[in-house]
């Protein structure tokens, strides 16, 4: 309740800006209503108290801090299940590129994304640390209002998401609440089994990295739905995902309905693998600045890994790379851009 009431106090400006963003979103994506979009997010309820108790806590404390209900805040978790799936028909969503190497391609396990969104989400971000008891220290990207996102913690383990679409969900956890699950696990076998077992009520991948004191590392991908989950990639040593499922197993229960699979998300994953090939073959190294020039590439813009706005595309579909991340968990050491990452900015968190 404590962490959620200093969210929700020193954040109220960021989570009235998620509150107004997002109510704008629901409507242009699917014609829905705030108070309707309030009123969806209930069926998630009992799933998060099983999973989680401590996130309804928390959830309550940022609704207090901010000024808000707690409908407000359960909305914004949950704003990937109400409103920003497709469940049925093409849709967009948020975008983003993720990379990770590991040893061999590298000594120390990095991993590094871009978060693609609307420009307005700018305002809303929150650069969190967390000490919970019992539980690892928690760094955190996040928009205001949202509980779980993007960072790494204490034990050494690191996160990225990316969205993916999908013609079904269920009533289970929403996708972000089961980010924070991952945030707060010690080990990469703790993380998985948070996302497990149809326990998401929405499917994404989640690229996760661990680095023992030892130096020793690992990073995974996990496609994660209500029908289970599928390791992809990595046997190499690198990684990368962004929109579209690469799981055949997967593929087996939903339909990928991601509008823009073919003419974005397959191009820039196809440009990602590229690049950390192009890299393996010249021998560069493989460290934090590379991954920030991956980051940056601008490649079949405005579709590129760094995403420019297409003022041609409807409003509400209008999209930019919003923040970057690039983590080394071996060195412990973490750099965060607001903004593109073309424009060199990048500051330790």
């Known amino acids: 309740m404590e962490v959620g009431e200093q969210h929700g106090r020193i954040g109220k400006r960021q989570v009235e800006q998620s509150l107004e963003t997002y109510e704008k979103l629901f409507f242009g994506y699917q014609q829905m209503s705030w108070k309707k979009a309030k009123e969806a997010a209930l069926v998630h309820m009992d799933a998060i108290k099983k999973y989680d108790i401590e996130l309804i806590e928390e959830m309550e404390g940022v609704a207090k801090g901010a000024g808000v209900d707690f409908e407000d805040i359960l909305a914004l978790n949950a704003r990937t299940e109400i409103a920003l799936g497709s469940y049925g028909k093409k849709s967009f969503s948020d975008g983003c590129t993720a990379f990770a190497t590991m040893p061999p391609t590298g000594t120390d396990t990095i991993i590094s994304q ?198 041609s595309a409807e409003e509400h579909r209008q999209m930019e790379t919003v923040f970057s991340i690039v983590m080394n968990l071996s060195k412990r050491e973490s750099q965060l851009y607001i903004g593109k990452p073309s424009d060199g900015k990048f500051f330790a968190i």
């Open 114 to 311: 871009n978060w693609d969104w609307k420009g307005t989400q700018t305002k809303s971000l929150l650069l969190m640390e967390m000490h919970i008891p019992n539980k690892p220290v928690v760094t955190m990207v996040t928009e205001g209002g949202m509980i779980g996102k993007i960072g790494y913690n204490s034990a050494g383990l690191g996160l990225c998401f990316n969205a993916l679409l999908t013609d079904k969900k269920s009533d289970e956890v929403p996708i972000h609440l089961a980010l924070r699950g991952i945030l707060n696990s010690n080990t990469i076998s703790e993380a998985l089994s948070r996302v497990k077992d149809g326990q998401t009520a929405a499917s994404a991948s989640v690229l996760i990295g661990k680095s023992e004191e030892d130096g020793s590392g690992l990073a995974i991908n996990a496609e994660v739905s209500p029908f289970g989950i599928d390791l992809v990639g990595g046997d190499d040593g690198y990684l990368a995902h962004t929109n579209h499922i690469r799981s055949n197993n997967l593929k087996k229960n939903l339909l990928d309905t991601n509008e823009y699979r073919f003419d974005d998300s397959m191009m820039r994953y196809k440009r990602a693998i590229q690049l950390m090939k192009i890299a393996r073959a010249d021998g560069q190294p493989i460290n934090s600045a590379l991954h920030k020039q991956w980051l940056s590439d601008d490649f079949n813009a405005p579709n590129s890994i760094n995403h420019f706005c297409n003022p």
